[in-house]
């Protein structure tokens, strides 16, 4: 079974310009989240969606938007990118629904290196 | 309140050695323990989890520790291999809300 998938893998854009990511979640689920990981920290959680909408938002500026598609794809977007914006962009996804009573697992893919320069 | 701390940043053990991780965190609505290896240029992979009601759980080489009134919990790997010489990050969760620590390298030596 395919895991989750993002593309590209490695991407270089300079400043001011905007970039668009690209995952695929593990067959059957319906709930994605981005996470940024800056080199030597942990990931930090950007966005969570589920059925297309929006159920979660960390705290990063309106630079970042996300969207979810029906087959449950989803697009991370960063406008205006600043050097501080390379890093490593995860990909989650999970089951079911937030709010369930029982916790789901999240399961990453391999991300997708950006360097902004 | 939603910090999870970690530590220590980095470590190092001898083949066969116990490498032992710690986490602590503020949030008494987290309900969900997960602990990730993370290699480099890869994204993190689950490695074992635990929920609060409990107080140790193990799987083969790992082990987590929940102590639920201190509000720590931490990672023991016996036998620690070569192999397992990755980045470990603890994360702590309600619902779909997953906040991570720091992470933790560890260098396991041959």
């Known amino acids: 079974d395919a895991g989750v998938t993002q593309s590209p893998t490695h991407l270089i854009k300079t400043r001011g310009q905007h970039v668009t990511l690209r995952c695929s979640p593990i067959s059957g689920h319906k709930s994605v989240s981005w996470y940024q990981q800056v080199l030597g920290q942990g990931p930090q959680f950007i966005f969570q969606?589920?059925?297309?909408?929006?159920?979660g938002r960390g705290n990063f500026p309106d630079r970042f938007s996300a969207r979810q598609f029906p087959n449950y794809s989803s697009e991370l977007n960063v406008n205006a990118l600043l050097l501080g914006d390379s890093a490593l962009y995860l990909c989650a996804s999970s089951l079911g629904a937030p709010g369930l009573a029982v916790q789901e697992t999240q399961y990453f893919g391999p991300g997708t290196r950006l360097l902004v320069l | 309140q939603q910090q999870v701390k970690q530590s220590p940043q980095s470590l190092i053990v001898q083949k066969g050695g116990i490498s032992i991780i710690n986490c602590a965190y503020e949030?008494?609505?987290?309900?969900?323990f997960p602990w990730y290896q993370q290699f480099p240029g890869k994204g993190p992979a689950l490695l074992i989890a635990?929920?609060?009601?409990?107080s140790e759980k193990k799987e083969g080489r790992f082990t987590i520790s929940f102590n639920k009134s201190a509000k720590q919990f931490s990672l023991h790997i016996m036998d620690s291999q070569p192999g397992d010489s990755a980045t470990y990050f603890c994360?702590?969760?309600?619902?779909?809300?997953?906040?991570f620590g720091p992470g933790t390298r560890l260098s396991v030596l041959p």
């Open positions: 635990i929920r609060p009601d409990v």
């Open positions: 969606y589920y059925e297309k909408e929006e159920r």
């Open positions: 949030n008494t609505a987290f309900d969900y």
């Open positions: 994360a702590a969760s309600y619902g779909q809300n997953f906040v």
